[in-house]
């Protein structure tokens, strides 16, 4: 029985298409306070006074709390060790945007008004927008122990570039600028926070990485990750967008302070002015190649836009400066890159991570060379393309790659050839016809950006009545990697998909995950589940062997039956899984990968 490549339903399509799933934006705790951030109104100032007297005399403000007051640490996210963000300002404001006080109250309108009733008086300072001024001397500091606004530095040699260059038959150069993009989910940033007696905090978050979150969080309270506890919610989309945010520490930081659990969801105009959208770049790129189309040299900078924070600033940097560099047969490499502080949102990472950024550069350098030398785009790329067998440059080994299939296959389907003769001389009025094509490399896993770790661990679970539940450590967050791996585990055990659940990520429950980004889930989780469900099938087999006087390992399973070798004795499926536990004194059958 395979469940692999059927067309079947989502696993939860009926609570989505009856509006019965209940999302992080619409999860609620009894006694429940709503809290909402007083956030910058100048990009860049000194706090010189915050007066917080009016709002907590407001009737239902229960928590009132400033960077003033609160002794909070600073933290990094994304593994970085670089302190530069806290949860509220406490000297300097550096954006639009950036947090000051937050309050909790009964309802949300009281919230808005004690924000109102909150004055703070602000030493306004120059402040700097554009990466490429804040990076020259005398520029305005957003970080004034950041020389030039530099977070981060970069280089990149491979090669002998510069004879390279020298050697090369056509050499071409552009600026490629790209800018500021939102993610622009649906569903706002939401969170819900509690605090128990023992002094153990629940977050309710729709998070791409609740493991990450948890561990973030743990720094920006002061206090230790095992009193934290992460249960996702469904996620109203992502796309890169909702990993460690500070409204879900901030929630738990008013909670802490109000004894009551706390709501904040913020508001469509805090989602585009104080989140984390796409990093822009300035890149500069050069390349060379002789007159047979081969590539021989690449010469880059990069100057990445980071905003007020770090955040991953420094992992989409070194994306978008590295990843590109495998895409093609290239051997001599020389890049700079730059991550810039200026006084703007902090940003971070959007579908791709560097990747759309940095080849959309390359990609134009590549059909402005083509042009240079007068060949056609797709054969240009077909001569460089990287092959099964190759090792980049940066230590790449591609034990398969289907880039040249790829690219021939795009170019018949769209008839490239014959629309590349024919659209030149085609037009209609003001408008003219063209096609283009260009490609792209991308990953399934962050092991060059985070490296210590970058595995996915699940256990399938199997009553005594049959019933299997999935437990993995990546969020479904829209895409469908629930119903992907209910497939998988219902592909191994021999079983309906209907037969199958995946909880919910649960930090105190699930195993071990990364989190849901850079492409991973149904690559790495997939097959953790893969292994998982192998191991409890051997389990049940182990059981139905012995019913069947037959070795475990000439068992086989279909359609919830498993079957001797030559098919004649069978036992069910829910039965073995019924002997399983009562041989186990109760005992749940678990399998591991």
């Known amino acids: 029985m395979t469940r692999i490549g059927e067309p079947v339903h989502l696993i939860d399509a ?37 007066e917080v007297s009016g709002a907590r005399r407001l009737p239902g403000v229960k928590a009132v709390v400033t960077g003033l007051e609160e002794d909070l640490p600073a933290y990094s996210v994304a593994g970085e060790k670089f302190f530069d963000e806290r949860l509220l300002a406490k000297e300097k404001v550096r954006y639009i945007g950036d947090e000051v006080a937050a309050v909790a109250a009964t309802d949300e309108a009281t919230a808005g008004e004690a924000l109102r009733r909150i004055k703070v008086e602000y030493e306004e300072l120059p402040a700097v927008f554009d990466p490429l001024e804040a990076m020259r001397e005398g520029a305005p500091l957003v970080h004034e122990t950041i020389e030039r606004n530099i977070a981060r530095a970069l280089k990149i040699r491979h090669g002998d570039v510069d004879t390279a260059f020298h050697d090369a038959d056509a050499v071409v150069e552009g600026t490629f600028n790209t800018p500021l993009v939102h993610q622009a989910y649906l569903e706002p940033h939401s969170v819900v926070a509690q605090w128990d007696l023992q002094g153990r905090l629940t977050l309710w978050i729709p998070t791409q990485s609740p493991r990450l979150a948890q561990m973030t969080y743990a720094n920006a309270l002061g206090i230790s990750r095992d009193r934290i506890r992460i249960i996702q919610m469904p996620m109203g989309g992502a796309f890169g967008g909702k990993l460690e945010y500070r409204l879900h520490p901030l929630a738990a930081l008013l909670a802490r302070k109000a004894q009551a659990p706390v709501k904040m969801t913020n508001t469509r105009k805090e989602e585009f002015s104080a989140t984390l959208p796409r990093v822009p770049m300035v890149i500069k790129m050069k390349a060379g190649c002789k007159k047979d ?126 629309k590349r003769r024919t659209y030149p001389a085609k037009r209609s009025g003001d408008l003219a016809y063209g096609i283009g094509m260009a490609c792209c490399l991308h990953v399934s896993g962050s092991r060059t950006f985070l490296p210590f770790f970058d595995g996915a661990s699940a256990y399938v679970r199997i009553d005594e009545e049959g019933h299997v539940i999935v437990h993995v450590g990546e969020p479904d967050i829209g895409q469908g990697s629930k119903t992907t791996f209910a497939q998988i585990a219902a592909h191994e055990l021999g079983i309906p998909i209907e037969w199958v659940n995946v909880a919910a990520v649960d930090t105190d429950i699930s195993p071990h995950g990364l989190g849901t980004f850079g492409d991973r889930s149904t690559t790495l989780t997939g097959n953790a589940v893969r292994r998982a469900a192998i191991e409890a099938r051997g389990i049940l087999f182990e059981v139905a062997g012995r019913r069947l006087g037959e070795n475990p390992s000439s068992l086989s399973i279909e359609d919830g039956q498993i079957l001797s070798q030559d098919r004649s004795a069978r036992i069910e499926f829910r039965k073995a899984a019924e002997l399983a536990s009562y041989e186990r004194a109760g005992g749940i059958v678990t399998g591991h990968g």
Request: net charge positive.
């Open 14 to 50: 009926i609570e989505k298409v009856t509006g019965s799933l209940k999302y992080g934006s619409d999860f609620k705790l009894p006694g429940m306070l709503y809290g909402r951030v007083l956030r910058s109104p100048i990009p860049h100032g000194r706090i010189v006074s915050i």
């Open 293 to 418: 189309g081969a590539l021989l040299a690449k010469e880059t900078e990069v100057v990445a836009d980071n905003g007020a924070y770090l955040n991953y600033g420094p992992g989409v940097l070194l994306s978008a400066a590295s990843r590109h560099d495998n895409l093609y047969r290239l051997k001599n490499i020389r890049t700079n890159g730059y991550l810039v502080y200026t006084n703007k949102v902090a940003t971070g990472p959007f579908r791709g991570f560097g990747c759309p950024q940095s080849f959309f550069a390359l990609e134009s350098i590549m059909d402005m060379l083509a042009d240079e030398i007068g060949m056609d785009p797709v054969d240009f790329r077909l001569k460089n393309a990287s092959q099964s067998g190759d090792v980049t440059p940066h230590k790449w080994y591609f034990g398969s790659c289907g880039l040249s299939e790829a690219i021939q296959k795009s170019a018949e389907k769209a008839d490239w050839y014959s």
